[in-house]
């Protein structure tokens, strides 16, 4: 698949990164973009640059660079996942105010109906959060929230980590074994 990742300034960048991991072992072809409230996040989470995230990618975009291929409709892509979503970004995405890279490629997937995946991830949520979910719900942009189950049984962090990535695989169609799934009576 040929899928554009966008990380963005909220908490919970290791989701990013750990989703490029996963696409990038299983082969896909990534476009990646990283926002500048991201690059201090990943310093400060993950004691990591923007550089060691970039390596995960196949193909990376500075967030200012509006000339890139990847900001036509006439750039084919399967998928568009911004992870973690920052609520200014949704806010963005809400209100057509595309004015950086993730937010054209946004708009453009939006225009061309194309998938668009957001992990937000915010907490307590206020009502204009839930007012922009709603207006990209009707437009037919999954929302992820990265709001992890617990039936699994998770270990330990990565564990909660995987499950988010492991339903964002589960929008693109990608099969994973990152949790274990439900089957009423217990897990497989």
Not at 18 to 45: D, F, G, M, P, W
Not at 110 to 122: A, F, G, S, T, Y
Not at 133 to 158: D, F, R, S, W
Request: charged fraction near 25%; glycine fraction near 6%; aromatic fraction near 6%.
């Amino acid at each position: 698949m040929r899928l554009i990742i966008a990380i963005t300034g909220a908490s919970g960048v290791v989701y990013g990164k750990r989703l490029l991991e996963v696409l990038h072992k299983k082969k896909n072809e990534t476009y990646l973009i990283i926002s500048k409230a991201a690059e201090k996040i990943i310093q400060h989470e993950l004691e990591a640059s923007k550089k060691d995230i970039e390596k995960l990618a196949s193909h990376v975009y500075s967030v200012n660079d509006l000339t890139a291929p990847i900001a036509s409709g006439s750039f084919k892509t399967d998928a568009m996942i911004i992870i973690p979503c920052s609520m200014k970004t949704l806010a963005g995405i809400a209100h057509g105010y595309t004015e950086n890279l993730i937010l054209r490629v946004a708009d453009v997937m939006l225009k061309e109906k194309r998938k668009l995946i957001l992990v937000p991830r915010e907490t307590p949520l206020n009502v204009i959060h839930l007012c922009n979910m709603l207006e990209l719900a009707k437009q037919g942009v999954t929302i992820i929230p990265a709001m992890p189950a617990y039936y699994h049984k998770p270990k330990n962090v990565g564990d909660v980590i995987d499950y988010v990535v492991g339903k964002v695989l589960d929008q693109l169609g990608i099969e994973h074994t990152l949790f274990k799934r439900w089957l009423g009576s217990g897990i497989v």
